[in-house]
């Protein structure tokens, strides 16, 4: 699964898209290796400076196989294996056409990494916020528990939140309604569906204002 993420994410680097990348930590005990996902354009200028060498273990070792330059940044302090999270030297490192992985959630007990993804996102000034999931978008009920279960094309923040719908969880939703991140819902496990997704295909769901 490791191979295949790695080998989407090489689709769309070399369209010359930023992305950074969160993975939530509930889902690599399950097993289902889901990803949070956001590509974009930094729209300023930063100033800070290149960290140093590519990392080549931990969640970065399998990208760095498949010729992705690659940078971990973590939440918690931990030298030995990762940088620390620094905005700056983040968006250095995307302006440089480097995937940066985002480790540790937000660093903070009771949030989780939904939540950390949408404040990485518009720290980054990231245009977008990709949830890939392992069903093809947002669905009205468990689409594996009930097979009548109705798909949504599109949906606001507010409705989401209305309805309490389990696509992600309500403070993420809430903090992206209150900064105007739009959200894209999409199975990863269908190959193409990043680079579908990032070429503006008709892909998933869109959850919006």
């Known amino acids: 699964m490791l191979a295949f993420v790695a080998e989407e994410v090489r689709s769309i ?3 010359g898209v930023q992305l950074a990348v969160v993975v939530g ?16 354009a930094y ?7 290149a960290g140093h060498g590519a990392q080549q273990f931990g969640p970065a070792g399998c990208p760095g196989k498949k010729g992705i330059q690659t940078r ?14 620094i905005l700056r030297r983040a968006l250095r490192h995307l302006e440089k056409g ?22 990485r996102a518009k720290e980054i000034h990231a245009e977008i916020l990709l949830k890939a999931t392992k069903v093809n978008g947002l669905y009205d009920s468990d689409p594996e528990r009930n097979a009548d279960a109705r798909f949504i094309k599109t949906i ?11 696509v992600m969880d309500m403070t993420a ?13 999409f199975n990863l ?11 503006g295909e008709d892909v998933g769901t869109t959850i919006s204002g």
């Open 72 to 85: 971990v940044q973590t939440a918690i302090t931990m030298h030995q294996v990762a940088e620390p999270y």
């Open 98 to 119: 480097r995937v940066v992985i985002f480790a540790a959630g937000s660093g903070n007990p009771y949030f989780t990494t939904d939540t950390a993804a949408v404040l």
């Open 13 to 15: 680097v070399g369209l």
């Open 43 to 49: 729209l300023g200028r930063s100033h800070g400076h």
């Open 173 to 185: 939703i809430s903090l992206a309604m209150d900064n105007q991140l739009p959200l894209m819902v």
């Open 25 to 40: 930590g509930g889902n690599i005990f399950s097993g289902c290796c889901r990803l949070l996902l956001w590509h974009g």
């Open 189 to 199: 496990k269908e190959k193409g569906n990043i680079f579908r997704v990032v070429c």
């Open 156 to 166: 606001s923040y507010m409705e989401v939140l209305e309805r309490q719908l389990k």
